[in-house]
């Protein structure tokens, strides 16, 4: 039987969310822990393209990718036809126990697609956290030291090291210390925010660095410093140019690992396949999980094979690492990424939403800053022309409206004052506009 394709329009067929997913509202409340929230209340029932069907027929404009994963769309066709006849082979043997060429297939494929020509080698998740950490455990192995150094703004997830790793308490930490040790942060070059303005930010942000690290850490006692190429929850944060090159081939000088957490930047979403090959870098490990599966989990890490192969036999792995099904998830969205050219696609998304998201800021003096790369795109929220402070009420209200109107938006940002912009990068340019227009909306009807 042949599924009819989702129907690519915007569709308000009841007020929303609507009367199925009240109810259904009501049995998660009974039924969900009150810790997992939702951001919009709406049931799917089925996606593809830009569009996202609820369970009462509304059809809702798709701005968030499920938070960057949905890359190639939902149900992507060769995703599907590959998880299906994977299905039906086989759905678990374990690789540690009896493995499959699937996860080797995928290895290949990201020792290939990332930078940097030297020899390489990955290991294979089930989460973009559980990547993060087993990266700083390879770090550790490796250099025989165990610091490591983060920034303000990141985020690297929820598990206890990935807490550590994470800045922002609430909600991420609160309550649920205490967490793993030796972990140092220090400033984020983040030019909107520099105190003594964007011009100055690279070189004043990089020069904390190397201080904080001299004297809170001691260079030798250092195995990595981990980032976001652009900074993803602490709200699409794009520091200035060289300065993710100087930090890397200063960690080179003092034998320090240089970790890219591409989870949210990486596969196509920047219009690169990954970010940091904007800023020169070949890092030594590099994380990635949400884009690169379509969908089903998996995660990775990926790097210089003699980083790669310190560790021990049987010191890295776990139950369903590398996952068949999810190994050929993610080869039909590699294979996707490939034919249809979706960094080039990430590139013409960023260049219809920059004019439209700059002429809105134009016109609203609460729109303080306009930023990001392909189809990872944001707007910071502010008091106004002059006054810099915060606006996360704002950003809720925004939000909410576009939801109402049939739109998913997210938020994002240290100060919840962050509106972000993921679609799928096989959304049509009309529906993208759509979207564009309801956010404009959403402007004129709550500034
Ligand atoms: C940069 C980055 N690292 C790590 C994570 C954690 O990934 P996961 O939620 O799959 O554990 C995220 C999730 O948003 C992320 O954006």
């Not at 800053?369 to 990872?376: L, N």
Request: net charge negative; with cysteine; glycine share 12%.
């Amino acid at each position: 039987m042949t599924i009819a394709p989702v129907q690519q329009c915007r569709i308000l067929a009841t007020a929303i969310p609507g009367p199925r997913s009240q109810l259904l509202d009501k049995r998660k409340r009974s039924a969900v822990s009150a810790g997992v929230g939702t951001g919009v209340s709406v049931y799917v029932e089925r996606a593809g393209g830009g569009i996202l069907v609820d369970v009462d027929g509304n059809h809702l404009i798709d701005l968030g990718s499920g938070i960057a994963v949905t890359t190639v769309g939902n149900s992507a066709p060769r995703v599907v036809q590959l998880v299906q006849s994977q299905v039906e082979d086989f759905t678990h043997t374990c690789f540690m126990v009896t493995p499959y060429e699937e996860y080797v297939a995928v290895c290949e494929r990201l020792n290939a697609l990332t930078p940097g020509d030297g020899e390489k080698r990955s290991a294979l998740f089930n989460s973009g956290s559980e990547a993060v950490e087993n990266a700083i455990k390879i770090a550790r192995v490796f250099t025989g030291r165990v610091a490591v150094v983060t920034f303000d703004h990141a985020y690297h997830g929820r598990t206890n090291l990935t807490m550590a790793l994470t800045a922002k308490s609430m909600p991420y930490k609160q309550g649920f210390g205490p967490f793993a040790g030796e972990i140092y942060r220090v400033p984020m070059a983040y030019p909107y925010r520099w105190p003594t303005g964007a011009d100055r930010c690279a070189d004043e942000a990089f020069d904390a660095f190397v201080s904080q690290v001299h004297t809170q850490v001691g260079e030798q006692n250092a195995a990595a410093v981990i980032i976001e190429p652009i900074q993803g929850e602490g709200g699409f944060i794009v520091p200035p140019a060289g300065y993710l090159r100087r930090i890397a081939d200063w960690c080179t000088q003092n034998g320090i690992l240089f970790i890219a957490d591409e989870v949210q930047s990486g596969f196509c979403r920047t219009g690169n396949w990954f970010a940091c090959e904007y800023g020169g870098v070949v890092p030594d490990l590099i994380t990635t999980a949400k884009g690169i599966a379509g969908g089903l989990p998996l995660a990775a890490v990926t790097g210089r094979a003699d980083v790669m192969d310190s560790v021990h036999g049987g010191g890295l792995g776990g139950t369903y690492g590398g996952n068949p099904v999810a190994c050929a998830a993610a080869l039909g969205a590699i294979e996707t990424m490939e034919t249809e050219d979706l960094c080039g696609r990430a590139r013409e998304i960023e260049a219809l939403f920059m004019p439209r998201l700059r002429a809105l800021a134009n016109k609203f003096d609460v729109i303080g800053d306009v930023r990001g790369r392909g189809a990872m795109l944001a707007i910071e929220l502010v008091a106004g022309a002059a006054d810099k402070a915060p606006n996360p009420v704002l950003a809720g209200a925004v939000n909410a409206y576009c939801h109402r109107q049939g739109v998913v938006t997210l938020t994002a940002g240290t100060f919840g004052n962050v509106l972000r912009f993921l679609p799928p990068l096989s959304a049509g340019d009309d529906l993208l506009h759509e979207g564009l227009d309801v956010l404009e909306q959403a402007f004129v009807a709550t500034v």
